[in-house]
């Protein structure tokens, strides 16, 4: 790795050590972990999507096109569509930027963070992503006595997740070497399962362990059909095997027991 690359892994770190520091308390780490992940997960699929939709829409020729500022009203009309492109559907108002904007003021952060999620995880229902996403934010319990002993102060709790996450320059990491979203998720994983001396971090695979895994398995190969984890628990073997060998050198997609998964 060169310097440029610990540079910037360094920097991420640092950031998701100071959100887990800044919500260190009476909970312990394993249970945090489970709301910073979560609600990366939840900014990581709100930018994968805007990105996607976007994308395809500048190439249209509507050069200012922002899905974030779209209404409700006119993204529902490509919720059918999306579904089976993306294998879910997130509405403007819902994206994670969205959510954040208005986070500080809303009363009912909680709920709405609720209602959000379940919205994400139903989108998906009766689609083949079905299964992904099927109880996929349940380890985000935002009624939780853990963040707080009344709702103010939960959403109070939930405000500084959600900053926290805002405020890691994942775009910034975009163009670079490494896998921002991944590196995060494998050094919090790393970090909680090391210390957690509970059911979960001893099923970890260390990420030195799951790299010299993948690069066993591609020795000698540039490319690959498809790359298939049976044993799918923390991800990290499919994230390992999308930063050794480049998403784009998977040709049909990344598969772990049953299920495709359409959003790595």
């Known amino acids: 790795m060169n310097n440029q690359n610990m540079g910037e892994r360094e920097e991420l770190h640092k950031k998701i050590w100071s959100i887990a520091d800044d919500l260190r308390g009476s909970v312990d780490g394993w249970d945090f972990k489970q709301y910073i992940l979560g609600m990366m997960f939840y900014r990581y699929i709100s930018e994968n999507i805007t990105n996607y939709i976007n994308e395809g829409e500048r190439k249209a020729g509507d050069k200012d096109f922002d899905y974030a500022k779209l209404s409700d ?56 992503s079905e299964e992904d996403f099927a109880g996929l934010f349940d380890d985000i319990d935002v009624n939780s006595n853990k963040l707080g002993a009344t709702v103010a102060k939960r959403n109070d709790k939930l405000v500084k997740i959600l900053n926290g996450i805002a405020d890691i320059k994942l775009e910034d990491y975009k163009s670079n070497s490494i896998d921002a979203f991944g590196d995060a998720y494998e050094f919090l994983m790393s970090m909680y399962a090391s210390n957690a001396g509970k059911s979960g971090g001893e099923f970890f695979t260390p990420q030195e362990v799951s790299e010299l895994l993948t690069r066993l398995a591609v020795v000698g190969k540039k490319s690959v059909n498809k790359v298939y984890d049976p044993a799918c628990g923390s991800g990290s073997l499919l994230l390992k095997s999308a930063k050794i060998l480049g998403k784009e050198n998977v040709r049909n997609g990344f598969f772990r027991t049953r299920n495709k998964l359409n959003y790595i």
Not at 76 to 103: D, M, W, Y
């Open 73 to 128: 009203e006119v993204a529902e009309t490509q919720r059918e569509e999306l579904v089976k492109e993306k294998g879910f559907f997130i509405l403007p108002s819902e994206l994670f930027c969205n959510v954040h904007k208005k986070a500080k003021n809303d009363e009912n952060l909680n709920e709405t963070l609720e209602k959000v999620f379940k919205n994400i995880e139903n989108s998906a229902k009766g689609a083949e």
